[in-house]
């Protein structure tokens, strides 16, 4: 069973387009995180949702808006594509309500290769 | 603020030889320390992790890592490289975010290539 899976695994799209990236766990987490690898394989954060309130925000463009419907599922919008865009954009997941570094345990889903031309 | 650091971005070994890629983290507190493995294409997935107690830990794949807080140093060892292993490797420190919540601070990541 597929724990955090993404949809979907490649987009390509043109500039100035509007596109979606949908995330879902099925591990019962409450914490959902959006985290962008570059094209040198730096990976950074961008959101994070605790139970459908966003709780980190790290200056990421408003073009990038995410929602969360609900605790298990966290999507990503993002208006008028640019070429910057292009990156893999990973969602992860983890527990609340646990202490120490469990807390801090991340579950990452495959990826979602996205190509602006 | 947290951070990573990876210093070697590639490193090449021979199938059979031991490995050990280094991690040096900064960060005020109790570091909590992981270190994912990215296979091409793929995801990332948890190698093994640090909270505290006995500082060598064991992970999955054979792979180990030292926990040395006089060197804020999380390396990440394995005896017996094997050819499956060519991949990705990134160390992270979990840390807390001011208004709640937490997140992971990765380092730039090694790219490890085995040699048959």
């Known amino acids: 069973d597929t724990a955090v899976s993404q949809t979907p695994k490649y987009l390509v799209t043109q500039m100035g387009n509007d596109k979606s990236i949908k995330c879902e766990q099925n591990?019962?987490?409450?914490?959902m995180y959006w985290y962008k690898q570059d094209s040198k394989k730096f990976l950074k954060i961008m959101f994070s949702y605790n139970n459908k309130e966003l709780i980190i925000n790290e200056t990421v463009p408003n073009r990038f808006s995410p929602k969360s419907p609900d605790k298990a599922h966290l999507n990503l919008h993002i208006n008028s594509l640019e070429l910057g865009d292009s990156a893999v954009y990973f969602c992860?997941?983890?527990?609340?309500?646990?202490?120490?570094?469990?807390?801090?345990?991340?579950?990452f889903g495959p990826g979602t290769r996205l190509t602006v031309t | 603020a947290q951070s990573v650091t990876q210093p070697d971005i590639h490193i090449t070994v021979s199938e059979g030889a031991s490995l050990e890629l280094r991690c040096n983290y900064s960060?005020?507190?109790?570091?909590?320390l992981f270190w994912y493995v990215q296979s091409p294409g793929q995801g990332l997935q948890l190698l093994l992790k640090?909270?505290?107690?006995?500082?060598l830990v064991q992970g999955i794949k054979g792979f180990e890592a030292e926990f040395k807080r006089s060197q804020s140093s999380f390396n990440l060892r394995k005896p017996s490289v094997h050819w499956s292993d060519a991949a990705e490797y990134f160390c992270?420190?979990?840390?807390?975010?001011?208004?709640?919540?937490?997140?992971?601070?990765f380092g730039t990541g090694t790219q490890l290539k085995v040699e048959l």
């Open positions: 591990l019962g987490h409450d914490t």
């Open positions: 640090y909270f505290s107690g006995d500082t």
């Open positions: 992270a420190v979990g840390a807390w975010v001011t208004g709640g919540g937490n997140k992971l601070t």
């Open positions: 992860a997941s983890r527990r609340t309500g646990t202490s120490g570094g469990d807390a801090y345990e991340q579950y």
């Open positions: 960060y005020g507190a109790t570091p909590y």
